[in-house]
């Protein structure tokens, strides 16, 4: 059954990016210490959803526009969603949908695309919140990094309490901490 998940990196302090939207603080940690979970989960996934922020962060990151070649290093053929209000460029010989409104209407046609995979919600914890409004989010990941931010952009800017919430992983990794949260579907 395919499951939708918001797996990412968080700082101590509950953030995704700094207020300038910035990941650098993500980069400061070394990721030397691989224990195969990344391949277990990309292996499970089918296609990415994520908010316009999130995507121009890759694109200006990595010049995805330019060389398209990162992108599919980093996800191969998986298509994209990205949720957006504005008009953004696509990255050549990727498969990107651009959508508008609610989650609902686009959730049939990713869940379509997922076939027997997972939905990977990359960023946006504001998308994620209407995700988990929409009764759709089923799993958090989270790589828990010792950095704090102070201000930022939260991981997740919504009321989500223990009632619909569950441990199920924690792990430390390196200078990371892993958990896994099963979440109940809103109701």
Same mark, same amino acid.
């Given at each position: 059954?395919?499951?939708?998940?918001?797996?990412?990196?968080?700082?101590?302090?509950?953030?995704?990016?700094?207020?300038?939207?910035?990941?650098?603080?993500?980069?400061?940690?070394?990721?030397?210490? $691989? =224990?195969?979970?990344?391949? +277990? *989960?990309?292996?499970?996934?089918? %296609?990415?959803?994520? !908010?316009?922020?999130?995507?121009?962060?890759?694109?200006?990151?990595?010049?995805?526009?330019?060389?398209?070649?990162?992108?599919?290093?980093?996800? $191969? =053929?998986?298509?994209?969603? +990205? *949720?957006?209000?504005?008009?953004? %460029?696509?990255?050549? !010989?990727?498969?990107?949908?651009?959508?508008?409104?609610?989650?609902?209407?686009?959730?049939?046609?990713?869940?379509?695309?997922?076939?027997?995979?997972?939905?990977?919600?990359?960023?946006?914890?504001?998308?994620?919140?209407?995700?988990?409004?929409? !009764?759709?989010?089923?799993?958090?990941?989270?790589?828990?990094?010792?950095?704090?931010?102070?201000?930022?952009?939260?991981?997740?800017?919504?009321?989500?309490?223990?009632?619909?919430?569950?441990?199920?992983?924690?792990?430390?990794?390196?200078?990371?901490?892993?958990?896994?949260?099963?979440?109940?579907?809103?109701?």
């Amino acid at each position: 059954m395919t499951k939708v998940q918001y797996f990412t990196a968080c700082t101590l302090d509950g953030f995704i990016a700094d207020e300038n939207n910035s990941l650098d603080w993500l980069f400061e940690v070394p990721h030397d210490v $691989d =224990d195969g979970y990344w391949d +277990v *989960f990309i292996a499970d996934v089918g %296609p990415l959803v994520m !908010g316009a922020t999130t995507y121009e962060w890759m694109l200006d990151r990595h010049d995805m526009v330019a060389n398209p070649a990162q992108w599919h290093e980093f996800y $191969d =053929d998986r298509p994209a969603w +990205v *949720f957006t209000h504005r008009e953004l %460029p696509a990255i050549p !010989g990727v498969d990107v949908t651009f959508v508008e409104g609610d989650v609902r209407e686009a959730y049939d046609q990713i869940a379509a695309a997922a076939g027997d995979k997972n939905i990977w919600v990359l960023g946006g914890g504001d998308l994620v919140g209407q995700l988990d409004d929409a !009764g759709l989010l089923d799993e958090i990941i989270l790589g828990m990094t010792p950095v704090t931010l102070g201000a930022g952009a939260p991981l997740l800017p919504r009321r989500i309490t223990s009632s619909r919430m569950r441990f199920r992983q924690a792990e430390q990794i390196g200078q990371r901490i892993r958990i896994v949260l099963e979440v109940d579907h809103a109701r």
